[in-house]
Each structure stands twice: as C-alpha cells, then as structure tokens.
C-alpha cells in the first residue's frame, strides 16, 4: 500500500515539475507583442462581443481565420454549439495530435465573449484570447507528447455558458482523458498601476472551497506551483497562489479535472493588491490594459503549455520528425537479404525484428542491409529505434 502511495506522488510530481528549459525558452522568445496588440485590436474592433451577437461572429470568424492563417487545418478546428437566447452559439476548439498520448489532453481556454455591458472586453477577455492565439501560433509545428486543445467558448458572462455545455455535451459524452486545463480570464492588468506579478489559480488553495469535487485539489494546487515556477522562467514577472473561482475552469473542475488559471493582478507601487474597476462596463478598453504586462503573462503561458504537454526539446518540426521516424523495408517480400531505406540525417538507430508472437529474433545496430537467410517463412516485424522515436513495419520472408 505504501509503495503505491509513493510511486503515485513520485508521478504526479514527475508530471508537472521540470527546469527551466533552453528550447523552451527559445520559443518563448519568439511571442510578439505586435502580434497580440493585432489580435485584440481586431477583436475589439467588432465592438461587443455579447453572446449570440453579430460582433461574436465576427469575432468567431476572425480567430478561426488566424487559426488558418497560423497553419491549421480544418479538420483541427470543430464547434460545439448551444442555443441561448433562441440564437444558435459556437465555442471554438483547436486539436493539436500529441505524439505519445494522442488521446490524453492539456487544455487551454479563454472565453471570446464579453459582457454585454457595453463592454467590448479588451481585458475581458481579448487578452486571454490574444494570448492563446499567440501559443498556437507558436506551437503550431513544435511536436507535444500530450494533445492540446485551445478553446474559445462563449458564454462565460452567463454564468459559464459555454463551458458548462462543452463539458456535458463533450468531455463527459466521450469521457476524454483530459491532463490539466488552464484558464486565461482578464490577464490585461492596468495601464495606471504596476503590473509585475500574476495570480496562479489553484482548486481550493487554502481551504477556499469554490468547486464541488475535492478529489483533484492536491493535483491542482501540485500543477498551480508548477506553473508559478514557469511564471518565473519564462517571463519577468512573479506569481502568487491563489483559489481559482469564476471562469471556465469550474465546469472542468465540478467533472473532477485538474485546473489551474493565470489572472491578473494590478498592485499599487508598494505591492498592495488593488482591484481593476475597468472590466464588465464600457471602460474594458485597451487604453486602460497594459500590453507588455500581456506579452509577459503569454510567455509564462507558452512556458507553462510546453512543460504541460511536453514538448519536443528538439528543435525539429513535426513534419521533420516524422520523416526521420518513417523508413522503408524492401524487398518485400524478401529472402536472404532485407534492405532498410531511411532518412540520411539519421546516424545513429538500431533495427529489431522480432516474429508474429513479439518474440525478439535479432536487434542490429546502423546496419541498413539485414542478413535475413536465417529466417523461416513467414511474417515478422522489423522495429527501428532513434532519437527520435521508434516506429515498425511489417514485412514477409518467402
Ligand atoms: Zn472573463
């Protein structure tokens, strides 16, 4: 009983606790703060952006074409609709294919609707989805072991619409495996006040219940200090620990989830926390955030979704790890001699057959021509293992 305990605590840590890493850093420095200022400029111009508005489906419009734009397919963008009001609604969610786990998910998600208020949501929650945007991206070639999804609901000014629906008409339907959701709500700060730390949001943290499950509370509070050490690494600024209430995260968190979320956290110059008057009416303008603080806090995101979904610390493309994972075996069917035909940038492998029952017959090391003449007819399977991955291929002996 007490070795599971321990081999469970030592994989819950060893799921969200890393260095800072050089790679990951690399990327980070390629978020611009021009690209945000574009995209919450666009949102905004759309005016307000109330749920089942004119100005949501522009705004809807608009992130999805960027989507395209950034590289993604149609096949990775889907809907999931509601009706409120009588009007037919859209989230927006974005699948990335993670390459260990392709059925295991990191989420990260920021509500594209703003308060009907007359309010056209610059902070919220166009900084949220300005960052988001900015990670995809990013990350739009940059390999991940977990798959990721970025999602953009509606709803969230009615009490979390959107979220809600998604989570009962979706995660519980398909009982996805999600591994951690992460919530950007209102990351703007003020442009009249200091803007140099950031709330890292855990489940319950200091016994301030605000979701209904308790089961996942160490695991958030465990992934919530990983991320304010990513906060750290990636970015200028400092977190702080506090209890996630409000946002599209509960609905996750009510189905048993791991949460944690980034919100800002405007202090005057002493560091005393202030409140931000200039959200949920017609003052959430650009003129009252602070972008620099926004290109800051989409740092610590990219940082933190790389840590979270475990992305390649190689510097190669998808596109160029699959070509070094994939090879050729000819003749097939073959006799005496089986020829590997594979990428050149691949020096270093070593090629495993082994027969229809998994039972190993040879392992070779950087050999592309096998001396097959041992083997009996029939099928087998030849394994070829690198750096970067493993993949098999069937092939017959005559
Ligand atoms: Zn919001």
New binding site residues.
């Given amino acids: 009983m007490k070795k599971t305990l321990l081999l469970l605590a030592v994989t819950a840590i060893s799921l969200f606790n890393a260095q800072a890493n050089a790679t990951y850093l690399s990327r980070v420095n390629l978020v611009q703060q021009t690209n945000i200022e574009n995209y919450n400029a666009a949102l905004v111009g759309f005016g307000v952006r109330s749920t089942g508005s004119t100005a949501s489906t522009n705004a809807l419009n608009y992130i999805v074409q960027k989507y395209k734009d950034f590289g993604y397919t149609d096949s990775q963008i889907t809907y999931d609709n509601f009706t409120y009001s009588s009007n037919t609604v859209q989230n927006i969610i974005i699948t990335k294919t993670g390459t260990v786990y392709p059925d295991q998910y990191v989420i990260i998600c920021g ?1 594209y609707d703003s308060h009907p208020n007359n309010s056209v949501g610059a902070n ?2 166009g900084s949220g989805v300005a960052a988001i945007m900015e990670v995809a991206r990013i990350l739009k070639n940059v390999p991940t072991e977990y798959s990721i999804k970025f999602i953009h609901f509606t709803g ?2 009615q009490n979390l619409l959107g979220s809600k629906n998604y989570v009962s008409n979706v995660v519980k339907t398909t009982s996805m495996k999600i591994k951690l959701v992460l919530n950007l ?2 990351i703007g700060g003020r442009s009249d006040r200091t803007n140099n730390t950031i709330v890292c949001e855990a489940d319950n943290y200091n016994n301030t219940t605000q979701g209904i499950q308790s089961t996942n509370d160490a695991a958030s509070l465990t992934a919530t200090n990983s991320l304010k050490d990513y906060v750290g690494y990636y970015s200028t600024l400092t977190g702080v620990l506090n209890y996630a209430y409000g ?1 599209d995260y509960m609905p996750f968190e009510n189905n048993g989830e791991i949460i944690t979320g980034l919100y800002e956290r405007p202090t005057n110059s002493s560091g005393t926390v202030v409140t931000n008057p200039y959200y949920h009416n017609n003052t959430d303008t650009i003129a009252h955030l602070s972008y620099p603080y926004i290109f800051q806090v989409t740092k610590a995101a990219l940082g933190a979704m790389q840590h979270f979904a475990v992305a390649s610390t190689s510097t190669l493309a998808v596109s160029d790890i699959e070509k070094t994972k994939d090879f050729e075996l000819y003749p097939n069917p073959a006799k005496e001699i089986l020829n590997l035909h594979l990428d050149d940038s691949i020096k270093d492998f070593s090629f495993e057959i082994s027969d229809s029952n998994g039972r190993v017959i040879s392992i070779t090391k950087n050999q592309k021509q096998i001396n097959t003449s041992q083997l009996k007819p029939g099928v087998y399977f030849g394994t070829l293992s690198s750096e970067k991955g493993k993949t098999s291929k069937k092939f017959i002996i005559k």
């Fill in positions: 509500h919220d929650n969230e000014e709500d209102q946002s």
